[in-house]
């Protein structure tokens, strides 16, 4: 099983800063095949990103993923309120796939 | 417009079975692999397993195999999880959710539509 683990936890900022979003797999994950999602309270999960880099249909462009291998990046450009929410990583290479354990991204 | 309705969800002691179901709509349902995720009250997201489009070929997350059966009608357009031996552990808001058409043949559960969930709760 590939383990992802997510840091941090928890990120505290403000309405326009940046927010960057790592999830460190437990072993290479093969094309890049990592996704994330964005979850706020409530609601079901949303893809926004896929193929590591690859934003999925109507996401916004301050949205941006990144990496390879075992490290991932996700960023937000310039935080909206909207933005404000839990975000999950997921490898989808295996016929097991996995999430990481999230990270909040809470208005400070 | 992609739609998931997930019905079946409730109250169950140790032991018992429940049998989930989700109505797809909006979509050429024998196209797409479907899944189940779950997510634990307060907790984070548990792939559970995922069936091909012609229902030929399934996986199951270890902490659900032998005891929780996916299926699909694809005349119906439903999707199905039964859930035997059920344990505390189960208790859980299940997601049905839809393989992305950018999850080729050689990936697994690229989810891009997810429906609002079935909660299932465990207990005696």
């Known amino acids: 099983e590939i383990v992802l683990t997510q840091s941090p936890g928890t990120l505290s900022l403000s309405p326009g800063e940046r927010a960057t979003l790592s999830c460190r797999a437990s072993?290479?994950?093969?094309?890049?095949?990592l996704a994330w999602y964005q979850q706020k309270p409530g609601q079901a999960p949303r893809l926004l990103i896929y193929g590591a880099s690859s934003r999925a249909t109507g996401i916004p462009d301050r949205f941006s993923g990144s990496g390879s291998g075992t490290d991932f990046t996700l960023s937000i450009s310039r935080l909206e309120p909207e933005d404000f929410a839990v975000y999950y990583c997921?490898?989808?290479?295996?016929?097991?796939?996995?999430f990481g354990q999230g990270t909040k991204v809470e208005i400070e | 417009e992609v739609q998931l309705l997930e019905s079946g969800g409730g109250l169950v002691q140790p032991g018992g079975s429940l049998r989930l179901s989700c109505a797809a709509s909006?979509?050429?349902?024998?196209?797409?692999?479907m899944g189940w995720v779950r997510q634990a009250p307060g907790k984070g997201l548990e792939w559970v397993s995922l069936i091909s489009g012609r229902g030929t070929t399934i996986y199951y997350a270890d902490s659900v195999k032998g005891r929780f059966t996916i299926s699909r009608d694809n005349s119906k357009n439903t999707l199905y999880l039964q859930m035997n031996s059920l344990r505390a552990e189960d208790t859980a808001l299940y997601y049905c959710?839809?393989?992305?058409?950018?999850?080729?043949?050689?990936?697994?559960?690229?989810?891009?539509?997810w429906g609002q969930g079935t909660l299932v709760t465990v207990s005696s």
């Open positions: 959710a839809k393989e992305s058409a950018s999850c080729g043949g050689d990936c697994y559960a690229l989810l891009d539509y």
């Open positions: 997921q490898q989808y290479v295996s016929s097991a796939p996995t």
């Open positions: 072993q290479s994950v093969r094309s890049s095949y």
């Open positions: 909006g979509f050429t349902f024998t196209s797409y692999s």
